[in-house]
């Protein structure tokens, strides 16, 4: 119980005193340890980067501003015979709706008394092209409305969307000629007034994908049916095969060579990179068997081909941790070695089965690479089909494919788009997981 | 187009024939398993004691004899008709006609189009089936087929149009075919089956024998997949080869595709570029991740490990598409601010000009590939005996010294393993490279440089319209089949490391 300062200096060094020796491998530890704490925080930061910078950047394309409008549906420029008939009044093409807009626009400038320099055309300029389409449309659908004043609410130009979001602002677009400062301060004296707002953008979940030129209406929903579909081909044609293949690998298969092959070469398969069964898809599937180009039933066929060797590998590990004293005691009453696997074995390992399914599923809906080659991108997606068979034979994107497609795209507005579509997924990737972790613990049985 | 799914008018038509032929089958399979069921029942006089198998047994062994042979044969039939009918139509096709910058497949092509053509114009109506039977050249093939949403490129020359009746008449024969087959195969199984379930019959032995075999042509379906994919590669490989000299694509120095031909298309510049930024991914992955799996092995309670590793994991699940717009969108413009921009930028420097470069896709793969690198370090850490780091602690070592002059030495041949196993990764990469690392092929040391890999390349030439005569085209699969090589040695070569290596402590 000494301190080292009464000590009488008998012994030249003291066990509780540092030499330099152990002050510098007492350092060097110090260090090493504090090299592991860097690099986890390292990982975790990137985590924290990348999922924030998603989060901050996505959100966005949830929101879509809109523009509030009372348009006169002129009966003389909608309906010149003025007899109601649906085919005169399909006759007016949406540049025939144009001028009502720019007529709107006039009117409730004159009415709010907003004081601005920008001629009427400029002030639609503000507006989606969609907007005169989506007037055709409700007149189409209701023709008695003709006459009256309708109250729309347009989708705002991308532009606007993106100014009112912070995305453009005046400095940025002293190079574009789709809007000019003059438009944006008329947007801003919309938004004192109350008809542009910004709110949430449910077709941006629903909605199909838009041309180069709108990417205000773009959507993910078209694509969303394109994954769900391979999704269920990838799980109608997986599951079962993966299933009993591991079945025979684990249960019945002699020890030999040709055992030894197929085990080889499924834990090579599963290393195999995707874009590898991207060309075996168009090669096989496109260029010999002549499936259609595009078609999401393709996709769900490499996709199977790509988690097989996943849904293997994770249902030989829950077939292997059912005990042997379960198959014992199933032939011990006399049933055969196919009814203990099928009647005993199977059922217990279905929780572990079904866990390494849904994973497997949450890899394949976030594959891209394979999609590309078969044709999954470059096209808009802009109909959903209208029955399976169309939804599996006709061309479709995927959500990986139409994100990637916007990425490609030149208009930020996309990237926007595509930064949420990556939220979709990614919710779409967590819920799966987290169904997964919940069933291994609700199910999951030890011995 | 001879698939029986199709989505044209014409295939719906042909996928019906499929359809009915494929439920007329199952029809008669559940027809089976209940007759067979009740037959062997009623020889047993209603007590199913004297029965060899459960009643089931019997029924599902008609099925079983119904179904699976016909179903077998049908897949096989669907698999082969084209080829077959593809073969005798082409050898009607005399080599002179094919023009110079045409090919066989371009042919083809034009005559499989005038096929669907009539097929479609006769289930419109538009034709009856003895007038396209009997349709010369002469008439105004094209633009009748044009009257009904078939684009021919030219006119239908006689030779196509021949051609192309054969094609039609040949591929009616050989569905006709299908179905006397495939339904003669169903009912004589069905008659076999039934006939066979009296009681005394081992059904299950039967039934099980078969379910085995079922069993095991699943598992050899993943030597089918490998096989189709070497074979698939290795086929058109052999086609560009034709083609192309294979010194210019192993040796040549760069890789200039143009289609209007004459290209140099070599492999090197492309694998400099896959090899580099995969270099930079693993300089950043391996610390890291390495590190990361020290401590959480060596360092770290139960608690910071519970939290630790399954959030590193995530990186992980994230997928690649995620983290290519990543690098596109926020990592190369951040990087573009440092190394670029001249003034405005934060060094002052005008080094980077785009956001794609090799530095982007690297730094990105780099994250992409911790988790990869610290799990497998984390699992190969633990299997070190803990005898030898009591040991080398008993000594008065430190737990650093430990790890350094002991532990790691020891796991040093699986690490290895872990760190090829995530280079083949990086090598295969696609999304990443291609949304951040750019398309120009050169060699070049500069990082800032946009770069091109063999994965981007694969993705270039095999997107939009594909002539798969062209040696252009062609080259993806040789791409593809020197990544497949490349991936696949890295791989095997890595789990023998790390087998071996587990081999010595066990």
Known sequence: MSNPDQTPAVAKTSLLKLDARTRKRNAAETRFKAYGMIAIGMGLLMLVILVFNIVSRGTGAFQQTFVTLEVELVAAKLDKKGNRNLDDIKKVSTFGYAPLLKDAFEAKVAVAG?????????????????????MRDFVIANPDMIGETVAFEFLASSRV????????????????????????????????????????????????????????????????????????????LALPIGVAASIYLEEFAPKNWITDIIEVNISNLAAVPSIVFGILGLAVFINYMHLPNSAPLVGGLVLTLMTLPTIIISTRASLKSVPPSIRDAALGVGASKMQSVFHHVLPLAAPGILTGTIIGLAQALGETA?????????????????????????????????????????????????????????????????????????????? | ????????????????????????????????????????????????????????????????????????????????QPMMIETRVQGMIPASFIDEGSSIGLVMNDVRRVADGLDLAVKSGGLSADDARKLSANSDVRGMLADRGVALGSDVKPEVLAAAQTYRSAAATGRMWMVVVVMGLALIGFAIAVSLSKPDFRARNVVERGILALLMVAASLAILTTLGIVLSM????????????????????????????????????????????????????????LFAAIYLSEYAGPKLRAVAK????????????????????????????????????????????????????????????????????????????????????????????????????????????????????AIGE???????????????????????????????????????????????????????????????????????????YD
């Open chain 2, 310 to 425: 399954p959030l590193l994991e995530i990186l992980a699940g994230i997928p690649t598409i995620v983290y290519g717009l990543f690098a596109l969108l926020t990592v190369g413009p951040a990087l573009v601010r440092v190394f670029g921009r001249g003034d405005e930028g934060l060094l002052g420097v005008e080094w980077m000009s785009g956001a794609t470069a090799v530095l982007t896709a690297g730094l990105v793969m780099g994250i992409m590939l911790i988790p990869f690198v610290s799990s497998l370090s984390d699992d190969i850490i633990n299997a070190v005996p803990q005898a030898m780091r009591d040991g080398s602690l008993g000594l008065g070592a430190t737990p650093s010294e430990t790890i350094r002059q002991v532990v790691l030495p020891a796991a040093l041949p699986g690490i290895v393993g872990a760190i090829l196993l995530a280079a083949s990764r």
């Open chain 2, 234 to 289: 290795l086929f058109e490989s052999i086609n560009f080869f034709r083609v192309h000299p294979a010194s210019d694509f192993f040796f040549g120095g760069s890789w200039a595709p143009n289609f209007r031909g004459d290209s140099d298309l070599s492999i090197l510049p492309l694998l400099w570029g896959t090899l580099y930024i995969s270099l930079i991914a693993l300089t950043v992955a391996v610390p890291i991740g």
């Open chain 2, 1 to 80: 187009m001879w698939w029986p799914l199709n989505g044209t008018d014409n295939g719906t038509l042909r996928m019906s024939i499929t359809a009915i032929l494929f439920l007329a089958v199952l029809a008669l399979c559940v027809l089976g398993y209940s007759l067979a069921r009740n037959r062997a029942l009623a020889g047993a006089g209603g007590d199913r004691r004297l029965l060899h198998s459960l009643p089931t047994y019997y029924g599902t062994n008609a099925a079983m004899f119904t179904a699976v042979p016909a179903l077998g044969v049908m897949v096989i039939w669907l698999l082969a």
């Open chain 1, 370 to 447: 394979p999609l590309l080659l078969i044709g999954m991108v470059g096209f808009i997606a802009s109909n959903p089909p209208d029955s399976i068979a169309a939804g599996l034979m006709s061309p479709n994107s995927a959500m990986p494919a139409q994100i990637y497609e916007w990425a490609k795209r030149a208009d930020p507005a996309f990237y926007e788009r595509a930064w949420g579509g990556i939220i979709i997924l990614l919710v779409f990737l967590v819920s799966m997981n987290t169904i997964a972790v919940i069933l291994r613990r609700r199910f999951e049985r030890r011995w």
């Open chain 1, 161 to 236: 969307d993106g100014y009112l979001k912070g995305r453009v602002s005046r400095d940025s677009i002293a190079n574009d000629k789709k809007i000019s400062p003059e438009q944006l301060d008329f947007v801003d004296q919309l938004v004192s007034e109350g008809s542009v707002t910004k709110r949430f953008n449910m077709s941006f979940i629903t909605g199909s994908d838009a041309s180069d030129a709108r990417p205000e209406s773009a959507g993910m929903g078209v694509s969303m049916i394109g994954s769900l579909i391979m999704m269920m081909v990838v799980l109608v």
């Open chain 2, 430 to 504: 696609t999304m990443i490279v291609v949304l951040g690392a750019g398309a120009i092929a050169k060699f070049s040391a500069n990082p800032l440089e946009a770069m091109t890999t063999i994965t981007t390349r694969i993705v270039s030439q095999l997107t939009g319209d594909t002539d798969f005569s062209s040696p252009e085209t062609l080259v993806a699969f040789a791409l593809g089949l020197t990544l497949f090589v490349l991936t696949l040695g890295l791989n095997v070569f890595a789990l023998i490391i790390v087998r071996k290596y587990r081999e010595q």
């Open chain 1, 114 to 134: 907003i004081d601005t320099g920008i001629k009427p055309k400029q002030m639609a300029a503000i507006l989606s092209k969609s907007a005169a389409a989506q």
